[in-house]
């Protein structure tokens, strides 16, 4: 049975284990992998997170820096990212103000104006590493906060050594993330783990996670995970030695949704609201 948590993300808390959270995906970059700045223009992001709300998305998380493999972190300014994001934050929960919004970003301060502009988790894919002061802004802030693991940073991923034991390794590190956070001040009600799938991970390494995410509970944290269009789904799709193309892979991403709400996740991240939503209702029923 999957774990029940209640996630106190600071102005309300959200239940999850009884139901699958679908967290739609909103980037307003001009380099993202998975829609090549499509929503880069605040107002087209504004309406592509309407879209994904009314499509069953329960949490938007918005992000205005790209990480796709081989990219520069901190390629972007703080200046850049906030002129980015906030204007989408602001026009969201304008339109829809008891939405619950999450920014995708590593860097304390812009945690901090997106929490200030209606933001209230912050989703560090560095698991509060890349900004040392990360930890302290979130709580301070009082909000939600998802950890992620990402091994390395995505200008090293395509020349990182075998992980060995990959379950083992990510388990280990979220440990220590979340225990580093925790003296920091941050409240174990407020954190929730991701094991990053692709972030820093070879096609082979993704396989385990998938296999073993119910082993993840042994950290007694809510889990999210984001398996939408990412290049080892392609790799398990492919045929004739060909990779599925990212047009390609929403079967093989619902299919892959379902496996990891069987096996305990609580919150899902995709691109695909619809889709996921469709396939979490049944997952649920069954699960």
Not at 5 to 34: A, C, H, Q, Y
Not at 49 to 77: C, N
Not at 150 to 177: C, F, H, Q, S
Request: with cysteine.
């Amino acid at each position: 049975m999957r774990p029940v948590f209640e996630w106190n993300i600071g102005s309300r808390v959200l239940m999850l284990g009884k139901k699958t959270l679908l967290m739609g995906v909103v980037n307003v970059t001009p380099d993202s992998f998975s829609d090549g700045g499509q929503f880069l223009d605040p107002a087209k992001a504004v309406e592509h997170a309407l879209k994904l709300i009314e499509d069953g998305a329960d949490i938007i998380d918005i992000g205005g820096e790209s990480t796709r493999p081989g990219s520069k972190t901190i390629a972007v300014t703080e200046a850049v990212e906030l002129e980015r994001v906030l204007p989408v934050i602001r026009g969201v929960k304008s339109a829809k103000p008891n939405v619950t919004i999450s920014i995708d970003t590593f860097k304390a301060a812009v945690a901090r104006a997106a929490f200030e502009a209606g933001a209230e988790i912050v989703n560090d894919i560095s698991g509060f590493r890349w900004d040392k002061q990360m930890a302290r802004t979130v709580a301070a802030l009082k909000c939600g906060a998802i950890l992620m693991h990402t091994r390395g940073r995505p200008e090293e991923w395509r020349n990182l050594p075998p992980a060995g034991d990959i379950v083992t390794l990510v388990k280990r590190e979220l440990r220590e993330w979340t225990d580093a956070a925790t003296l920091a001040g941050v409240k174990r009600e407020r954190m929730m783990i991701d094991p990053g799938f692709g972030f820093g991970k070879n096609f082979e390494e993704n396989y385990p996670l998938l296999r073993r995410l119910e082993e993840f509970h042994q950290l007694r944290y809510p889990i999210t995970v984001g398996v939408s269009r990412k290049s080892f789904v392609g790799r398990m799709l492919a045929r004739a030695g060909v990779d599925a193309g990212l047009s390609d892979r929403q079967y093989g991403n619902v299919a892959a949704e379902v496996a990891l709400i069987m096996k305990g996740a609580q919150v899902i991240r995709t691109h695909d609201v619809r889709a996921s939503m469709d396939a979490a209702r049944v997952a649920d029923i069954a699960g």
